[in-house]
């Protein structure tokens, strides 16, 4: 009977946070009570496996019998089955759905913009530079929106040049991607779910002429790579792509807003920062665990296995709460305080884990790392003008529409 109890006491909490305006504000509280409920749970809501502890979050992620169903969003409360079956409709092959081996092969093609070694010097000193771009614009606004000028230009730009999406055409997808959140949301319309329709297909058929172009004129970038290596077909190459480019300025961009009003909310923690600049990297580790721009990735059981003392049957969908994961008290002292010199900050799992660890992972720290850096350098204060910004609907992805910020120069 407790058990029992317990296990409708937990779908409750899931209810709220998959569906109600606790889910979007602020999660957290949500997450610690189903984690002391039930920090691996079977929801009768969904038939789908609900996973909010860090360590058994870690093991669904680094057990190569939790792999990707092929099929994208599986059905789960709160999603719009008509939403997931036109998504699947035209979803392409990327590592993002597949496994072994076919996942290492995708993986190993759309590497290389990734690699240390550039990572680390004409990469680094070009995204230096579109930083300082960006913050010129703000200083010279005094008052400006840091997700309009800095959040998603900076990332926008650093992954078309990457991946070979010319400055002309890459400020057409961030309100594309919009689309696909407003399509998500609970009680979405049929007029929504059109208009992601549509979105999906412009992305469609952007990257087909993209790649078109580049077989006739080859570039120095992603898409001409994989056109020149010919190891993908048309399919895997939109999918790849596509992939690469939208989660090459979807996490970055909500890391710096989502880390930027963290340490807004928490002045003491940006005034230690502003002191001393060695604390950047450690502070961008905190802010992805504090405030996880993906809140949670799904696995398929491929085959039977055991998490936390539950048997998982094969065929079933596991949802790992990585947001959930990044608060359980379990590993992290005090979770809900906000501590940018958090000594085990980056054990976060906000990039995954194993196989399926988020290929653009040190990309997006360096941004954010240079984004902090420079904001330290050229600005004496930060002020919030808006004690609650706006946020977009849904949970997958945790994403301010607006940061309106007075700016002061040094």
Request: proline share 8%; charged share 25%.
């Amino acid at each position: 009977m407790l058990a029992t109890s317990l296990a409708q006491e937990a779908d409750e909490v899931l209810r709220e946070l998959l569906t109600g305006p606790g889910g979007q504000s602020n999660p957290y509280p949500l997450y610690d009570a189903l984690r002391r409920l039930a920090p691996v749970h079977r929801s009768d809501l969904d038939g789908v496996w609900y996973v909010s502890g860090y360590r058994p979050c870690r093991e669904v992620l680094l057990d190569r019998r939790a792999g990707k169903s092929g099929l994208g969003f599986s059905v789960r409360y709160g999603v719009n089955e008509e939403l997931i079956r036109r998504f699947r409709e035209r979803q392409r092959p990327s590592m993002i759905t597949a496994n072994p081996p076919e996942h290492a092969r995708l993986r190993k093609a759309a590497r290389g913009p990734f690699l240390p070694g550039r990572m680390e010097t004409r990469l680094q000193q070009r995204i230096e530079q579109i930083v300082d771009e960006r913050l010129d614009v703000v200083a010279a606004k005094g008052d400006a929106d840091i997700m309009a000028d800095v959040a998603f230009k900076l990332p926008v730009t650093v992954i078309g040049e990457l991946v070979g999406v010319p400055p002309e055409d890459r400020d057409e997808f961030p309100p594309l991607v919009d689309e696909f959140f407003e399509a998500g949301q609970v009680g979405a319309t049929p007029e929504q779910m059109d208009r992601a329709d549509r979105a999906g297909e412009r992305f469609r058929e952007y990257f087909a002429g993209l790649v078109d172009a580049q077989r006739v004129h080859p570039g120095p970038d992603l898409v001409g790579a994989l056109v020149a290596d010919g190891n993908l077909d048309d399919d895997e190459l939109q999918g790849t792509i596509t992939l690469v480019f939208v989660a090459g300025f979807i996490t970055t961009a909500n890391l710096i807003g989502n880390g930027l009003l963290a340490l807004l909310r928490h002045p003491e923690q940006m005034a230690r920062l502003w002191a001393d600049p060695e604390l950047v990297p450690n502070a961008v580790e905190e802010m992805l665990r504090f405030d996880t721009p993906v809140q949670l990735v799904e696995r398929t059981a491929l085959e039977d296995l055991e998490v936390g003392g539950h048997v998982i049957s094969q065929g079933d969908t596991i949802v790992t709460l990585l947001g959930a994961a990044n608060h359980d008290p379990a590993h992290f002292a005090a979770p809900d305080r906000f501590d940018i010199a958090r000594p085990d900050a980056a054990a976060h799992v906000s990039f995954a884990w194993g196989i399926h660890h988020c290929l653009g992972a040190p990309l997006a720290r360096l941004e954010a790392q240079l984004v902090f850096a420079r904001l330290r350098e050229r600005f004496a204060h930060l002020e919030l003008l808006d004690p609650e910004p706006p946020r977009r609907p849904g949970l997958f992805i945790r994403s301010l529409t607006e940061l309106p910020i007075r700016f002061t120069a040094v």
